[in-house]
């Protein structure tokens, strides 16, 4: 498996490089089963913690980007397409996920069953996924993806009238960042 770069942006709908994990995927002689790696940064924006220890909705994360990629590279989901993730699980063994000197390479067991086809295309699947940092079990999780035409996806989000007009928004003061739980504001750059 390699970690050196991820895999296109446009696979995992992430509009920043930077927020990609995923890094590789290797189908297995298996069908439905592949393996795939993923790296997790040592500090994030959002996933982050204060415990020295990674936060497990980046398992979640991953899930979500591996049941994109797969839908698009080995299912033939076309790109404009829009996936809705449901009944998510992310058991995580809290333990194994202490962050290191470096990035987590992270390997992960994928299986792709109870595939639903209207029209000869993929239209809902679910994503079995296991976690290995190192020689670590680091969590499991289960999802169901829903794939939706633009279209579909626009009313279902939106409804027959499509996207609102948001109006001018209004922002209060912000909350000292100690008061909202996070150990970086601005007061502390």
């Not at 497990?56 to 980007?65: D, I, V, Y």
């Not at 000197?101 to 109870?114: D, N, Y």
Request: hydrophobic share 40%; aromatic share 10%.
């Amino acid at each position: 498996m390699s970690f050196e770069r991820t895999v296109p942006r446009r696979y995992v709908h992430r509009q920043s490089v930077a927020e990609v994990f995923l890094t590789d995927c290797v189908s297995l002689p298996v069908p439905d089963r592949f393996v795939v790696a993923a790296q997790w940064p040592r500090l994030h924006g959002f996933y982050r913690t204060r415990d020295g220890h990674y936060d497990s909705m980046l398992l979640a994360e991953t899930l979500r980007q591996t049941a994109i990629y797969l839908g698009h590279t080995r299912f033939s989901v076309p790109l404009p397409n829009r996936f809705v993730m449901q009944h998510l699980e992310v058991p995580a063994v809290p333990g194994a996920l202490a962050v290191g000197a470096a990035a987590a390479e992270v390997v992960v067991e994928v299986t792709v069953s109870e595939h639903v086809y209207r029209g000869g295309a993929l239209s809902a699947f679910r994503v079995n996924l296991r976690f290995r940092l190192g020689e670590q079990d680091a969590g499991t999780a289960t999802g169901h993806a829903v794939v939706f035409p633009p279209s579909a996806y626009s009313r279902a989000r939106w409804g027959e009238r499509g996207p609102r007009a948001i109006g001018v928004p209004w922002c209060s003061a912000p909350v000292p960042a100690a008061r909202a739980d996070r150990c970086h504001g601005r007061e502390h750059a």
